[in-house]
């Protein structure tokens, strides 16, 4: 089996644990040191992809949203690691609107050069591999996907976090001549982006590196680009001790 097809798999089998809870009313909701909530489904999801990763390849380390105490000394070491996000857009888990997802990305060189997302509440993954198309799959059924080159004279399909919007997004709507605004939660808007629903996903509030890896190896695969906002430089991992992102764009090349 190739290594992503592994990592669907994984994907998918963290996303039914997922569910599992997701359908009860007993989601075990605590608070992180960051004040966001946390789950027994991340936990759960977080258990089963690092074991999972931990069998199939036993010498690439793994970074997850759920075991982020490792220190900078041993973490700027790593050339190649998995780093995982096991419930992106536990906000919207919570509010029980279907937007949140499984990801799980490798990165190699400070680049993702694979990334599976997958959002069990839509049942439908998305998967980019470098050198490799990105795909969308839903019932059993794969399509290749492409981003879409914004025209000039229509509206920009701009999407935008559902709960992270702010005064900066705001100010960047407004240099725009039109835009239609698609609200959405997780690491879907670049998904959205890489499929071509989208033209353009600019994230001016703070993200960590779990949330876009394995979505930015999608957008990357699908034709795409994600750039640092203020001098248009590729977004990179584990190059700094903070896992948070500077701002950035998503867009078509």
Not at 28 to 42: F, G, H, I, Q, W
Not at 150 to 174: I, K, M, P, Y
Not at 199 to 224: C, F, K, M, Q
Not at 229 to 241: F, H
Request: proline letters at 4%; aromatic letters at 6%; charged letters at 25%.
């Amino acid at each position: 089996m190739l290594l992503i097809e592994s990592v669907i798999s994984i994907a998918i089998n963290a996303g039914n644990k997922i569910l599992k809870i997701y359908h009860t009313d007993n989601f075990d909701e605590r608070k992180k040191l960051d004040n966001s909530p946390l789950t027994k489904a991340d936990l759960a999801a977080h258990n089963l992809i690092v074991q999972r990763l931990k069998e199939i390849t036993p010498n690439i380390p793994i970074l997850s949203e759920e075991s982020a105490n490792i220190s900078w000394d041993i973490r700027k070491k790593w050339q190649r690691y998995w780093l995982i996000d096991p419930l992106d857009g536990t906000k919207e888990f919570i509010k029980h609107n279907g937007e949140f997802t499984v990801n799980i990305a490798l990165i190699d060189n400070h680049e993702p050069v694979m990334g599976v997302v997958h959002a069990p509440a839509l049942n439908i993954t998305w998967t980019g591999e470098k050198d490799q198309p990105a795909k969308r799959i839903q019932a059993g059924e794969q399509q290749i996907i492409h981003t879409k080159q914004h025209q000039a004279g229509n509206s920009w399909r701009v999407v935008g976090s559902r709960t992270h919007a702010g005064d900066s997004l705001e100010c960047f709507l407004d240099k725009l001549d039109k835009y239609e605004l698609i609200s959405m939660g997780s690491s879907i808007k670049l998904c959205m982006v890489a499929e071509g629903k989208a033209d353009i996903y600019p994230r001016l509030s703070p993200a960590s590196e779990w949330d876009t890896a394995a979505a930015h190896a999608v957008v990357n695969a699908a034709g795409g680009k994600v750039i640092i906002a203020k001098d248009n430089t590729p977004l990179l991992y584990n190059i700094k001790e903070s896992i948070i992102n500077p701002h950035f764009i998503v867009r078509a090349v």
